[in-house]
């Protein structure tokens, strides 16, 4: 498999032209830290990580001139910063990274409409009917790169193949900047000399069960008796990890899949007690949750906060709402309240989290004579507008404000 800093990059150089090769997995390169770029583009080619500038943070994401040191998205900041010493850390703007997403989106929905979303920023395509007007698998998968990085500035890789499984997989290997396409004659030549770390499911415990079984390679398990994967694996395991290792995957690529929930969290520096204090932080992050749902044109049945205390342990609690709502005064009324009910005051707090989930389409809407969030509605929905001209942080709530600047103003109304 390619690392994760480029090193083993493969790709398809020349026209190849598979029509058994329609599916295809298109993934943008070091996304967060390459939206950072276009805003700071004279630290293009430096090792660059995007997170909060804290030793008790993690990273977001990072550059491939940082992955190269090991730094890895997921990683405790202090240890990312003892191997990268001289990375540069941005902090994070994830309205950015929604805007740029949907552009890319947008491209690839001209393509074709048979686009499968997973994240932000990847997706399947299926591009079977496509192929008439815009010819093969490579002359679509360049096109489209090429679009890209020339509306948004942006570069991304992309796999083609003729199961989804192989195309994740051909996308991975082509990074950065990269197609691959992967013909269905030369698919098990492409899968089998690749780690038994390359077939999905396969994490840090089963990889020793397989290796220890002398398994290291996906031809090792493609050519291993099923009984003996049966025993290590159970049932279920064996027989994915056995159709898996032969390329065999069924699925379609399905359209329209969106997004489970929406959430921010925060760690702190230092551990914090003070209630008051949290309650300030709920209503940060339960802002940017209620901005995200707006943005994206969604509502959230379930809100839900996560609580991770000084020795590590975690709690979620969440409570399903009367009505479905975008609004972060609302959410943060409901994340207020399953704090007090959790009863944890005495125990220090290192991480706070809000969450939406169980996400409805379609924008609020009263259906009564009355509507008792118009107020609020209307002040959340200026404030949208005057964030989107003039960037996040332009407005906040006055319970946002620090201490000092709360008394000369006046604390008025939350």
Known sequence: MSKQDGSGRQVTAEPLDDPAAHIMHVDMDAFYASVELLERPELVGKPVIVGHASQRSVVTAATYEARRYGVNSAMPMAVALRRCPQAIVLEPHFDRYTHYSRLVMGILGSLTPHVEQLSIDEAFLDVAGARKLLGSSWAIGTRLRERVYSETGLRCSAGAAATKFVAKLASSRAKPDGLLVVPEAGTLDFL??????????????????????????VGDVAH?????????????????????????????????????????ETTFETDRTDPAELHRVLLQLADGVGQRLRRSGVQGRTIAIKLRFSDFTTITRSRTLAEPTQLGRRIYEAARELYDQANTSARPVRLIGVRAEQLVGGEASTLGLWDDDEDWREAEQTVDAITERFGAGAVRPAALLRPAVQRRFGHGDD
Not at 193 to 215: D, F
Not at 228 to 233: D, I, S, T, V, Y
């Open 192 to 217: 089998h000399p690749l780690p038994v770390s390359a077939l999905w499911g396969v994490g840090g415990k089963s990889e020793e069960v397989l290796q220890r079984l002398g398994l290291r390679t």
């Open 224 to 264: 291993a008796p099923l009984e003996m994967l049966r025993r290590a694996l159970g049932e279920a395991g064996a027989e994915r990890l056995h159709a898996l290792s032969w390329a065999r995957d069924p699925r379609e690529v399905t359209p329209g899949r969106e997004e489970k929930s929406i959430g921010h």
